[in-house]
């Protein structure tokens, strides 16, 4: 789904997999995962490549989801308003 581009933000993964069983696999607890979904950029870089790692999906592409729903579509990234 991630490589075929049907997920085009990091928050839509959870419609997929469930936050409790990556909030898990993290070393986390639920409440933490939940605010991680909302708010990307508060991720730590090794818990991205985990990500990756644990869905068996090319770093890069996680990032890449993380950015989009940070900036929206702006590659510049600039927050949108």
Not at 31 to 36: A, F, I, P
Not at 44 to 49: G, I, N, Q, R
């Amino acid at each position: 789904m991630i490589e075929g581009r049907h997920i085009t933000e990091f928050k839509e993964i959870f419609t997929h997999v469930p936050k409790t069983i990556m909030a898990h696999d993290l070393g986390t607890n639920n409440n933490r995962m939940t605010r991680l979904i909302t708010n990307v950029d508060q991720f730590t870089l090794a818990e991205l490549y985990k990500i990756s790692d644990l869905l068996d999906v090319d770093y890069k592409a996680i990032f890449t989801l993380a950015h989009t729903q940070h900036f929206g579509n702006d590659k510049r990234g600039k927050k949108k308003p």
